[in-house]
Nanobody
């Protein structure tokens, strides 16, 4: 499994970004994809998951209504559309493989040690 994130950058508060997670081979047939983020000095937290079982989507409370996860199976890519960004969204964003039904499901206590496959991360900075 190989995962490659892209699309991060510097954006002003209130702005938008779209992150991409390109997955190798048939990864998206076998696994869901969960987005995580890690701010400086903080623990890595789950942001959103899209299920490979049925396409269900899950979000952390802090991003509901602002972030949208989607998948393009033909391109083997999962996207995270982020809007109304604020400085608290700053951090390194990672994608990781998850169980077909999404272990994450919006939980704030997900154990990141259960996730075996990670991308290298992409930096998102929200600042004026």
């Amino acid at each position: 499994v190989q995962l490659v994130e892209s699309g991060g950058g510097l954006v002003q508060p209130g702005g938008s970004l779209r992150l991409s997670c390109a997955a190798s081979g048939n990864t998206l047939d076998l696994y869901s994809i969960t987005w995580f983020r890690q701010a400086p000095g903080k623990e890595r937290e789950g942001v959103s998951c899209i299920s490979s079982d049925d396409g269900s989507k899950y979000y952390a409370d802090s991003v509901k209504g602002r972030f949208t996860v989607s998948v393009d199976n033909a391109k083997g890519t999962v996207y995270l559309q982020m809007s109304s960004l604020n400085p608290e969204d700053t951090g390194v964003y990672y994608c990781a493989t998850d169980s077909p039904a999404c272990e994450f499901r919006g939980r704030s206590d997900v154990d990141v040690r259960r996730y075996a496959d990670w991308g290298q991360g992409t930096q998102v900075t929200v600042s004026s």
